[in-house]
Each structure stands twice: as C-alpha cells, then as structure tokens.
C-alpha cells in the first residue's frame, strides 16, 4: 500500500481548512437557532391580542339626523363664557329650545376660531374667542344640543384689507364702504368663494351639525352710486345662483347640514326682483338644505302690507311672507325656517310676541325657527317648556 505523507507546510494548510469548515458550520448552526429563535417571537406577537384602538379607523363623522330645530344665536363670546353657556344650556333643557347658532367669522371679517389654513395665519385674519371649541361643542352635544356654525361671507373688512384686490371697489379704484364703515369682498370673486369654502369645511371637522352662510349677497346700503362692481352686464342675481351652487357642491359631502341666511323680503319678490343685492328665492332654494328668511317684522319698512308699524303685527308679516315664498319650496328638499325677533324694536317683544311668531311659522313650516338677539338675551318667556314639548327627528 502506497503511504501518503504530507509535507510541513502542507499539514498546516490541511488543519486551517479543517478548521474554518468547523468554524462555518457553527455560525451556521448559532444562525439557524437565532432564526428559530426570531420566529418564535414573531409567532408569540401574532398571537397576542391586539388593542382595537390599533387596528380600527375612528367612523367618518356623517351628518346627524334632520332636526326640527328650535334655536338661539350666540355670539363667540358668549359661547366660550362658562357661566353663559350654562345659562344657555339650563334654558335649553328646560324648554322646547334644541339648538344653537354660534360666530365662527362675524361681521368684522375675522376668523373666531383656530384656524389652520395657511392664509388666515399669513394675512392675520383670526381672533380665537375659544379656550377650546371642539369641547364647547361636545358639551351642547352631550346635551342634546343641535349647533350650528354661523360664518359671515362677503361682508369681511380684514380681508378687504389684506387683499384690496379681492374688495368692492369706488368708482376711483378705492376700497368701498357701506353706512356703518365696513369693508365688503367682491362676490364675483372665485378666490373669495374658495375662502370661505375653506372656512367651511374647517369648521366641519369640529362635529357642528350645520353651517349657515350669512351675508351671501351685495350691499345694500352706503353710497350705491359710488360702487364698482366685476360683474360687468351680469344680473347680480345670476352671479349669486352661481355663488350658491358653488356651495353646494363644495359642502355636497361634508358631514354637515347647510343653510343661507337671506332678506326676510326674499320670500315675497317676484320675477327678476333681487331687492338690488342680488337675492332671489328660486337660485338658492336646492342649493342648500335651509333658508332661513329673517322674517323680524321690525325690519319691514312702513306701509308693508298696509301697516304704519308692521313691528306692531308679527302675525300678519309672517304670515304673508310665509304664504307668499312656500311655492317656492314645493318641489325642493330645501325646508324654509325663519329667523325670528327676540328683541325689542318697533314694539316690545315680549312672551306674548315671541309666542305669537313661533305659532305663526310652525301653522306654515316643520322645519323649526331661529331666535336673533345680538346681545344674547334670552329668557324662556313664551317658550313651551321641555315637558310639553321636545326636539323632534323627522
């Protein structure tokens, strides 16, 4: 038999790959336990219980159940006062009341909660009235309490201001104002409309039920003769139809209700007749899912239906107003539901006239009414009390 001998260097050759292969072969073992290993983990993870919260998406806010509403306005202010807001709330659940109408953009322009859009922040355009308004909101809510988000449109000073380009313009190029020194943004303005759109849907997001579109029209007083208008030969009218479609197909999927404030006279002119600021009954009914006419008979002029003090006769202006702009609404899922007067001004409005209005509207609409005191002054006189009667879902 032929030996076979290696020489030295050889052997220690031999050796080293002896070695590295015993080497290789427990890495590969120590990997193939930390695998095992890892595996196990993984199985014992998937296993355990996972909290819901992890996994399940919060449910899409969707819009609350149409309400036959019965509410007050509330300035922001008066909203973010503790003792206030109690006292809302006390006279809410103790009487046929079921909703409120808060500021979230008023008269002056300004955005009244915290925004986040990038051009109320850059041009300054809010003043945050609430310590916090999502809890605001919760507590009306916890409470039953339908409420509705008011937003001020073209009436808007501060924006007029920051963006000249975007006012009503004097004849001279100047920013127009009305009697009262405010400010106005142009309503042929597509840029506007998207504001408060953006405003809007913002508002959305705090789980109100409703926003109401208030000033969604031309001025109507100041000197008229010295304003300028983009609209060129366009009716006023055709240009607020077309504002108002607008809306209604930004908000159509919004989890919200939506409403225009408009002239109580809205609901008796005729034909082409926009009262000179560009409101007709028939371009916003569909547009929205409420009207709300302010119907105070204080603010008709002397002589309406014959009546040197209509204020004097809340049964007989509403009443007409009412039979006169129902037709309008007969083919429509819009509902009218009047802004009514809860203060004194060309008579007292006590229970007696208070009660005398709301009897007046439900004889004609089942969609509920507004009361409208700017200083938020309100008692349960010539309310029905909780007990006899209570919101309703239709």
């Known amino acids: 038999?032929?030996?076979?001998?290696?020489?030295?260097?050889?052997?220690?050759?031999?050796?080293?790959?002896?070695?590295?292969?015993?080497?290789?072969?427990?890495?590969?073992?120590?990997?193939?336990?930390?695998?095992?290993?890892?595996?196990?983990?993984?199985?014992?993870?998937?296993?355990?219980?996972?909290?819901?919260?992890?996994?399940?998406?919060?449910?899409?806010?969707?819009?609350?159940?149409?309400?036959?509403v019965k509410g007050l306005y509330l300035t922001a202010y008066s909203a973010n006062d503790p003792a206030k807001l109690d006292e809302i709330i006390h006279l809410i659940d103790t009487t046929e009341l079921n909703a409120v109408v808060i500021d979230i953009?008023?008269?002056?322009?300004?955005?009244?909660?915290?925004?986040?859009?990038?051009?109320?922040?850059?041009?300054?355009?809010?003043?945050?009235?609430?310590?916090?308004?999502?809890?605001?909101?919760?507590?009306?809510?916890?409470?039953?309490?339908?409420?509705?988000?008011?937003?001020?449109?073209?009436?808007?000073?501060?924006?007029?201001?920051?963006?000249?380009?975007?006012?009503?313009?004097?004849?001279?190029?100047?920013?127009?104002?009305?009697?009262?020194?405010?400010?106005?943004?142009?309503?042929?303005?597509?840029?506007?409309w998207k504001y408060e759109i953006d405003i809007a849907k913002e508002a959305a997001q705090y789980d109100f039920d409703e926003i109401n579109f208030d000033y969604v029209r031309f001025p109507s007083d100041g000197d008229m003769r010295d304003v300028a208008y983009d609209n060129g030969a366009e009716p006023k009218y055709r240009v607020m139809y077309d504002f108002y479609q607008y809306v209604h197909e930004q908000m159509a999927n919004e989890p919200v209700w939506t409403s225009f404030d408009m002239f109580g006279l809205v609901m008796e002119e005729k034909g082409t007749s926009d009262m000179g600021i560009g409101q007709r009954l028939t371009d916003a009914v569909g547009a929205v899912d409420y009207i709300d006419p302010m119907m105070y008979p204080s603010l008709y002029a002397p002589g309406h239906l014959g009546y040197a003090n209509p204020a004097a006769h809340p049964v007989e202006v509403i009443a007409h107003g009412?039979?006169?702009?129902?037709?309008?609404?007969?083919?429509?899922?819009?509902?009218?539901?009047?802004?009514?007067?809860?203060f004194n001004l060309g008579a007292i409005y006590d229970g007696t006239m208070i009660r005398e209005e709301i009897d007046t509207v439900e004889k004609y609409s089942h969609a509920g009414w507004l009361l409208w005191n700017a200083e938020n002054r309100y008692t349960a006189a010539g309310l029905k009390s909780a007990t006899s009667t209570y919101a309703q879902s239709l």
């Open 1 to 68: 038999m032929k030996e076979f001998f290696l020489k030295g260097s050889d052997w220690f050759l031999a050796v080293a790959a002896v070695a590295a292969c015993i080497g290789a072969f427990v890495v590969a073992m120590h990997w193939q336990i930390a695998i095992a290993a890892i595996n196990k983990v993984n199985a014992t993870l998937a296993a355990a219980p996972v909290p819901s919260e992890a996994i399940t998406a919060p449910p899409a806010r969707v819009k609350p159940p149409r309400q036959v």
């Open 105 to 192: 953009k008023d008269y002056s322009g300004l955005v009244l909660f915290d925004s986040k859009l990038p051009i109320v922040n850059k041009l300054h355009l809010k003043d945050n009235r609430f310590t916090d308004l999502a809890a605001t909101i919760k507590k009306l809510h916890e409470h039953h309490i339908y409420v509705i988000a008011r937003e001020t449109v073209f009436e808007d000073p501060v924006l007029a201001a920051a963006k000249p380009e975007w006012a009503i313009k004097t004849k001279e190029g100047g920013i127009w104002k009305d009697q009262k020194g405010l400010s106005w943004v142009d309503p042929t303005k597509l840029a506007v």
């Open 322 to 342: 009412l039979e006169e702009g129902l037709p309008a609404f007969a083919s429509s899922t819009t509902e009218v539901r009047p802004w009514i007067q809860a």
